[in-house]
């Protein structure tokens, strides 16, 4: 069924409401007692049963195709066919850009109304490792482009499929594959569980250190494998600004310069060729004086250590191919230290149509508050401004952060059945962290039970939506083919 604004005993204590305008805003929070809050969450199986998470069926007049040619609007156009290609690499990478239409899917999915703050975007490739401010190489959610808040088993939904479809891509069998999305499934519910029984401080301050996690593993991982990780995590603590600039810049006439490499990455200075470009860095001078202004007041002091050099454009991601990225380079100490910046625009979450507009009114915002509340740790240059740009003299906003700080992704490609089902605990863990630190955990835990009712049937999904992603794959090429589209995949 579809979600709708209500008012319901059953209504997550997430922090916003959907008004009846459309916009989600701040709500009361309430202090139930916890009898009361496992009450609520008991009583939302008559809204939703655990068994009816499996059910999924295509609605009437489904255009996936459309809603993705939809996004164009707002896109850069001549990076669309780069989006299109992306997509049409396989069907998982297709899965990674269709976003929207999942969305419009779930809408249309039992909704149990226990609400949480979404990833919105919670496939396997949205998790990964990055350094935490103490340093340390932490496993978390690592996209918020459409966080928004809502019902809380649509990220485990997106969760689960994802594993299916990457599962399909390396040929795993069906036993395995239902093996991978029940473990997922399963360490989701039975976490929410241990955090509905902790005081939520420690909720709080739960994180995941990744290199005790992957030692622990050592006994379940072939060899060979085990060595393979140990050697990415070690390529992950040199995957940092000083790496970014061996790799994106080269030094001409004595001035470091960012490398033209159309379209994947284009200074600024080539991008408005038209425009002079003090102008274009006043401009930026300004935005990034208006960025700095949502940093705590220490990360201000810190960042105004480093002077700006050059700007230039970037595509990023599969999703994110169209909208506007931005790589700022920076220097302190007379260029001996470098730090790259990205500037990453954020538009209206794909889920707002369906769960509500933000209550936020800059999207960037939108983003770094979703990232606070379900981080454990976030990248200590996490903010956001509004940029208007220069030549269409349109407002966008966007959000910045570090380019690479130790970032660090499984390699799913290279993932085994055992290794995947691994992989698929940590990701449901990280999830029911995430969901128990902006929703009520004592409801969910509740909702959830003891039983593996909830752990079959999105299973169950996961499957049916693999086999819809595939048909979806398949409608985006013969799009590509009939002219509705057009792709590019040789970059």
Request: glycine share 8%.
């Given at each position: 069924m579809p979600v709708t604004a209500r008012k319901s005993s059953t209504s997550g204590t997430s922090g916003a409401r959907v008004s009846a305008g459309g916009r989600a805003r701040a709500a009361a929070v309430e202090h139930l007692s916890r009898a009361d809050r496992v009450a609520r969450g008991k009583d939302a199986r008559v809204v939703a049963t655990l068994e009816s998470h499996a059910e999924f069926s295509p609605g009437r007049g489904r255009d996936p195709v459309g809603l993705l040619l939809g996004q164009a609007a707002s896109r850069v156009p001549e990076l669309l066919p780069v989006r299109h290609g992306r997509m049409l690499v396989s069907p998982f990478t297709f899965y990674r850009g269709a976003a929207l239409p999942?969305?419009?899917?779930?809408?249309?999915?039992?909704?149990?109304?226990?609400?949480?703050?979404?990833?919105?975007?919670?496939?396997?490739?949205?998790?990964?490792a990055f350094a935490s401010p103490e340093r340390n190489l932490v496993f978390d959610v690592n996209d918020f482009d459409e966080t928004l808040p809502g019902p809380f088993e649509w990220d485990v939904k997106r969760l689960a499929a994802s594993l299916a479809v990457a599962g399909r891509a390396s040929g795993f069998p069906?036993?395995?594959?239902?093996?991978?999305?029940?473990?997922?499934?399963?360490?989701?519910?039975?976490?929410?569980?241990?955090?509905?029984?902790?005081?939520?401080?420690?909720?709080?301050?739960?994180?995941?250190?990744?290199?005790?996690?992957?030692?622990?593993?050592?006994?379940?991982?072939?060899?060979?494998?085990?060595?393979?990780?140990?050697?990415?995590?070690?390529?992950a603590h040199t995957a940092d600004s000083t790496k970014a600039l061996d790799k994106l810049t080269a030094v001409v006439d004595g001035h470091r310069r960012i490398i033209s490499d159309p379209p994947m990455i284009v200074p600024v200075e080539e991008l408005f060729a038209g425009v002079q470009a003090d102008a274009i860095y006043q401009l930026i001078h300004a935005v990034l004086g208006k960025y700095r202004r949502s940093l705590q007041s220490d990360r201000r002091h810190l960042l105004e250590q480093f002077a700006m050099v050059q700007v230039a454009r970037k595509v990023v991601g599969v999703g994110s191919v169209g909208t506007r990225a931005w790589v700022v380079l920076m220097e302190a100490d007379d260029g001996v230290e470098p730090l790259f910046l990205q500037a990453k625009e954020a538009q209206p979450s794909v889920l707002a149509d369906y769960a509500g507009?933000?209550?936020?009114?800059?999207?960037?915002?939108?983003?770094?508050?979703?990232?606070?509340?379900?981080?454990?740790?976030?990248?200590i240059f996490l903010g956001w401004t509004r940029v208007a740009n220069p030549v269409d003299g349109v407002d966008r906003d966007f959000y910045v952060r570090q380019l690479k700080d130790w970032k660090f992704s499984v390699p799913i490609e290279l993932l085994l059945p055992p290794g995947m089902t691994l992989y698929a605990r940590l990701?449901?863990?990280?999830?029911?962290?995430?969901?128990?630190?902006?929703?009520d955990r004592i409801?969910?835990?509740?909702?959830?039970?003891?039983?593996d009712k909830f752990d079959q049937a999105i299973a169950d999904f996961a499957e049916t939506y693999a086999d819809q992603n595939e048909l979806d794959y398949a409608a985006l090429q013969a799009a590509v083919k009939d002219g509705r589209a057009e792709a590019t995949t040789e970059i």
């Amino acid at each position: 069924m579809p979600v709708t604004a209500r008012k319901s005993s059953t209504s997550g204590t997430s922090g916003a409401r959907v008004s009846a305008g459309g916009r989600a805003r701040a709500a009361a929070v309430e202090h139930l007692s916890r009898a009361d809050r496992v009450a609520r969450g008991k009583d939302a199986r008559v809204v939703a049963t655990l068994e009816s998470h499996a059910e999924f069926s295509p609605g009437r007049g489904r255009d996936p195709v459309g809603l993705l040619l939809g996004q164009a609007a707002s896109r850069v156009p001549e990076l669309l066919p780069v989006r299109h290609g992306r997509m049409l690499v396989s069907p998982f990478t297709f899965y990674r850009g269709a976003a929207l239409p999942m969305a419009a899917d779930l809408a249309g999915t039992p909704a149990s109304g226990l609400q949480v703050q979404l990833c919105g975007d919670a496939h396997l490739s949205n998790f990964g490792a990055f350094a935490s401010p103490e340093r340390n190489l932490v496993f978390d959610v690592n996209d918020f482009d459409e966080t928004l808040p809502g019902p809380f088993e649509w990220d485990v939904k997106r969760l689960a499929a994802s594993l299916a479809v990457a599962g399909r891509a390396s040929g795993f069998p069906a036993k395995a594959r239902r093996t991978i999305a029940l473990a997922a499934a399963e360490r989701y519910r039975t976490a929410m569980r241990e955090f509905a029984a902790q005081p939520f401080m420690d909720v709080w301050y739960a994180h995941l250190d990744i290199e005790p996690v992957i030692a622990e593993f050592r006994s379940q991982v072939k060899a060979k494998r085990f060595k393979l990780a140990e050697k990415l995590l070690a390529k992950a603590h040199t995957a940092d600004s000083t790496k970014a600039l061996d790799k994106l810049t080269a030094v001409v006439d004595g001035h470091r310069r960012i490398i033209s490499d159309p379209p994947m990455i284009v200074p600024v200075e080539e991008l408005f060729a038209g425009v002079q470009a003090d102008a274009i860095y006043q401009l930026i001078h300004a935005v990034l004086g208006k960025y700095r202004r949502s940093l705590q007041s220490d990360r201000r002091h810190l960042l105004e250590q480093f002077a700006m050099v050059q700007v230039a454009r970037k595509v990023v991601g599969v999703g994110s191919v169209g909208t506007r990225a931005w790589v700022v380079l920076m220097e302190a100490d007379d260029g001996v230290e470098p730090l790259f910046l990205q500037a990453k625009e954020a538009q209206p979450s794909v889920l707002a149509d369906y769960a509500g507009r933000s209550r936020y009114s800059n999207q960037g915002e939108r983003v770094v508050a979703g990232q606070h509340l379900m981080q454990a740790q976030s990248d200590i240059f996490l903010g956001w401004t509004r940029v208007a740009n220069p030549v269409d003299g349109v407002d966008r906003d966007f959000y910045v952060r570090q380019l690479k700080d130790w970032k660090f992704s499984v390699p799913i490609e290279l993932l085994l059945p055992p290794g995947m089902t691994l992989y698929a605990r940590l990701c449901g863990w990280t999830l029911a962290r995430a969901h128990a630190r902006s929703g009520d955990r004592i409801a969910l835990a509740a909702y959830l039970g003891g039983s593996d009712k909830f752990d079959q049937a999105i299973a169950d999904f996961a499957e049916t939506y693999a086999d819809q992603n595939e048909l979806d794959y398949a409608a985006l090429q013969a799009a590509v083919k009939d002219g509705r589209a057009e792709a590019t995949t040789e970059i």
